[in-house]
């Protein structure tokens, strides 16, 4: 059986921004989330694109004063939602055309290469258990 995927919202740059900080600071009040983007940004913007990434579900803010944030996402399940739509909308939903242009195109190295392999490896024993459960 597939595994579920979080519902992720479409975010906006300065969202994605966020939750960028966030995956790398961990729990950090408004004030400091505004000192670790090191953008020429706002308290009052910083606050709003917090409390708007709180009420999507994609950070959690702590009781406490000051208020503490922390993500809700991992960096895998919104970067799986882009993926998703990246694949959708260039190649109809078909994998092998964006991994033909990718090897094809760009330079891949050995490491990379047996990661493929390895992804590969699971996903045709994925494919038969799947077919053997189906078989049966």
Known sequence: ?????????RLAEGELEIL???????AVTILEAQKALGLPIGY??????????AKKGLVKKTTDRPGRYTASVTPE?????DLDTLVERV??????????HLINHE???AEEI????????EAERR????QSREAK
Do not use: C, D, F, Y
């Open 127 to 130: 494919t038969r258990k799947s």
């Open 91 to 100: 190649s109809g939903g078909r994998v092998t055309p964006l991994v033909a």
């Open 44 to 53: 009052t913007t910083v606050q709003t694109r917090l409390n708007r990434l």
């Open 77 to 81: 399940e919104v970067h799986a939602k």
């Open 107 to 109: 330079s891949v190295s």
């Open 1 to 9: 059986m597939a595994k579920r995927r979080k519902a992720i919202p």
């Open 114 to 121: 047996r990661e493929l392999k390895a992804l590969i490896k």
């Open 20 to 26: 960028q900080m966030l995956w790398r600071e961990n």
